[in-house]
């Protein structure tokens, strides 16, 4: 069960990572 939620959470941190970056990168344009 622990796996679960350890994989649900790299999801979600990978997730918001590429939010910010994308934000980011809109910002630079």
């Given at each position: 069960m622990s796996?679960?939620?350890?994989?649900?959470?790299?999801?979600a941190?990978?997730?918001?990572?590429?939010?910010?970056?994308?934000?980011?990168?809109?910002?630079?344009?």
């Amino acid at each position: 069960m622990s796996g679960l939620y350890l994989g649900a959470g790299l999801l979600a941190g990978a997730l918001l990572v590429y939010l910010v970056y994308a934000l980011l990168k809109a910002e630079d344009l």
